[in-house]
Nanobody, 117 residues
Framework: QVQLVESGGGLVQAGGSLRLSCTTSASTFSSANMGWFRQAPGKERVLVARIWWSTSYTSYADSVKGRFTISGDNAKNTVYLQMNSLKPEDTAVYYC??????????WGQGTQVTVSS
């Protein structure tokens, strides 16, 4: 059973920064890509950023471009999300996602990010 463990969430003032981390406990797990999603109260879970290991290609939601940066270490199945210039509308539960080569998705338990105005 692949488990993703997230850390780094918390409470921050608008304009501040946070760094989320996610890693898997399964040393034999091989992911094709990893990413971060977020879900605000009463809203759907949406993609924030994703990184493809084979090409190092990254993609971002329009709402976070220029403020968030995804990075990671493929060999360690670890992914980070550096969040700068945070806004109250970034408040959500952030979920780590890993997708393997069979297109199967694995999820972390979620970490709360709260941005106060």
């Amino acid at each position: 059973q692949v488990q993703l463990v997230e850390s780094g969430g918390g409470l921050v003032q608008a304009g501040g920064s946070l760094r989320l981390s996610c890693t898997t406990s399964a040393s034999t797990f091989s992911s094709a890509n990893m990413g971060w999603f977020r879900q605000a109260p009463g809203k759907e879970r949406v993609l924030v950023a994703r990184i493809w290991w084979s090409t190092s290609y990254t993609s971002y939601a329009d709402s976070v471009k220029g403020r968030f940066t995804i990075s990671g270490d493929n060999a360690k199945n670890t992914v980070y999300l550096q969040m700068n210039s945070l806004k109250p509308e970034d408040t959500a539960v952030y979920y780590c996602n890993a997708r393997n080569w069979a297109m199967e998705d694995y999820w972390g338990q979620g970490t709360q990010v709260t941005v106060s105005s």
